[in-house]
T-cell receptor
Framework: TQLLEQSPQFLSIQEGENLTVYCNSS?????LQWYRQEPGEGPVLLVT???GGEVKKLKRLTFQFGDARKDSSLHITAAQPGDTGLYLC???????????WGAGTKLIIKP | ETGVTQSPTHLIKTRGQQVTLRCSSQ?????VSWYQQALGQGPQFIFQ???????GRGNFPPRFSGLQFPNYSSELNVNALELDDSALYLC??????????????FGSGTRLTVV
């Protein structure tokens, strides 16, 4: 059983469209981190949300942490081909700060 | 400041052999975590070292072992390799225990193929 359910697993859309990726759990997390991973590379941290209800923006990307700190979303406005990649959410749940990962969303933006 | 470096980048081993993967943490980071990532999946936590002590372990058998050195670099050792061990092995570092709360810096990984 995946502790962090990430959806959708795969998304292919046209350039200029908007999209949202979801990361849900029944567990409370101390923080929720979003990473982007290119093929053959390690994940690169995009943002960390810590406070329930927190919203962070990174250019066209908007990240939100649920009020109860059990879920998070990533919204991309006007997607561009450069946004193509694997997006991973990961949560910190215990005092050892180990990451619990979602399965990832493979995003393809077609020009 | 240098990031996390892993070596080797690629490795091919035969079933039953042993392998050692290496990781140099980002400058100033004293916590190192290791992850296994199968193709098309999210990473799975193997174990974590903080100040040379293992302080967390995922659901991996004892043939996966590790070490952290005084300079905070780390090794992952896998004995009796199985075909299912074929994966990308990622090393990540952070500063202190609490540093992980805010994010980790990952290396590019070691692609291990077991034949």
């Amino acid at each position: 059983t995946q502790l962090l359910e990430q959806s959708p697993q795969f998304l292919s859309i046209q350039e200029g469209e908007n999209l949202t990726v979801y990361c849900n759990s029944s567990s409370v997390f101390s923080s929720l981190q979003w990473y982007r991973q290119e093929p053959g590379e390690g994940p690169v941290l995009l943002v960390t949300v810590v406070t329930g209800g927190e919203v962070k923006k990174l250019k066209r990307l908007t990240f939100q942490f649920g009020d109860a700190r059990k879920d998070s979303s990533l919204h991309i406005t006007a997607a561009q081909p450069g946004d193509t990649g694997l997006y991973l959410c990961a949560g910190v749940r215990d005092s050892n700060y180990q990451l619990i990962w979602g399965a990832g969303t493979k995003l393809i933006i077609k020009p | 400041e240098t990031g996390v470096t892993q070596s080797p980048t690629h490795l091919i081993k035969t079933r039953g052999q042993q392998v050692t993967l290496r990781c140099s943490s980002q400058s100033g980071h004293n916590t190192v975590s290791w992850y296994q990532q199968a193709l098309g999946q999210g990473p799975q936590f193997i174990f974590q070292y903080y100040r040379e002590e293992e302080n967390g372990r995922g659901n991996f058998p004892p043939r996966f072992s590790g070490l952290q050195f005084p300079n905070y670099s780390s090794e992952l050792n896998v004995n009796a390799l199985e075909l299912d061990d074929s994966a990308l092995y990622l090393c990540a570092s952070s500063f202190g225990g609490e540093g992980g709360l805010y994010g980790y810096t990952f290396g590019s990984g070691t692609r291990l193929t077991v034949v």
